[in-house]
C-alpha cells in the first residue's frame, strides 16, 4: 500500500491548492456547457471514456472530493454518474461544485487526513490530486469537442509543478495508475503538458 499512496503524497506541504481547484473547475464548467449535442458519443483522448461518460466522470470526481472531505469513502461515489440527462451535464456539474465548496471551504481539512482512491493523505494532497484530474480530464473534454484546450496559465503552470512532484516519470503502470509520459510538442501549453505528464495525448 506504500507504492500505492507514494505518488499523491510527495506534494508541497504549506500549499493551498483550493484556489487552484476552484479555477479549474471553473474553465471545466464553461467547456460542459459548450459540448454540442451531436458530441456526446465522440471519443476522447482517455480512451476509457467517450464524450458522455467523460461528463459523468467529472461530475464525479467532484462528488469524491466532497465525499472525502465529510469524512467518507470515495468508492461510495460511483466512477462515472450515469443517471444525468445529456442536457443536466452543466446543472450536475455545477450543482456538485457547490455542494463540495460547503465542505471544503473550512481551512481545518487542508491538514486533516482523508481518503481518497489512492490512500490517506493531507486534505492539501486531495484536493491537489483533484486539481490534477479536473484539468487534465478538462483537456480531454476540450480537444474531443473541438474548444479551448488551455485553462487559465498561471493555474495549469501551477498544476504541472505539484503533477510532477507528486507522480513519478517512472515507473507507470501498477500502483501509479498513469500511462506513460508523452512528449509534449515544442508548442505545447501548461495544460497539454500536464495532460502529456499524465500520460493522455491527443486524438
Not at 481551512?107 to 486533516?112: E, F, Q, W
Not at 501551477?158 to 512532484?165: H, L, T
Amino acid at each position: 500500500m506504500a507504492k500505492r499512496i507514494y505518488f499523491m503524497t510527495q506534494t508541497t506541504t504549506h500549499t493551498d491548492p483550493r484556489p487552484l481547484y476552484r479555477d479549474a473547475l471553473g474553465w471545466v464548467a464553461e467547456l460542459i456547457t459548450g459540448v454540442q449535442p451531436d458530441q456526446f458519443d465522440s471519443p476522447t483522448p482517455c480512451s476509457e471514456f467517450d464524450v458522455r461518460t467523460l461528463l459523468g466522470h467529472l461530475v464525479a470526481t467532484v462528488e469524491r472530493a466532497r465525499v472525502i472531505g465529510e469524512g467518507g469513502d470515495a468508492g461510495s461515489i460511483p466512477l462515472v454518474m450515469e443517471e444525468i440527462d445529456d442536457a443536466g451535464y452543466t446543472d450536475a456539474y455545477q450543482s456538485a461544485i457547490d455542494r463540495m465548496w460547503t465542505v471544503w471551504n473550512d481551512d481545518a481539512l487542508l491538514d486533516a487526513e482523508v481518503t481518497p482512491p489512492w490512500g490517506k493523505v493531507p486534505g492539501r494532497g486531495a484536493i491537489g490530486g483533484y486539481l490534477n484530474e479536473t484539468l487534465v480530464h478538462g483537456w480531454d473534454l476540450a480537444v474531443a469537442t473541438g474548444q479551448k484546450c488551455e485553462a487559465e496559465p498561471a493555474v495549469a503552470e501551477a498544476a504541472v509543478g505539484m503533477a510532477k512532484a507528486m507522480i513519478p516519470a517512472s515507473p507507470r503502470g501498477d500502483f501509479i495508475p498513469f500511462a506513460e509520459v508523452v512528449d509534449s510538442a515544442p508548442d505545447a501549453g501548461p495544460t497539454e503538458r500536464l495532460a502529456n505528464w499524465s500520460g493522455h495525448s491527443k486524438i
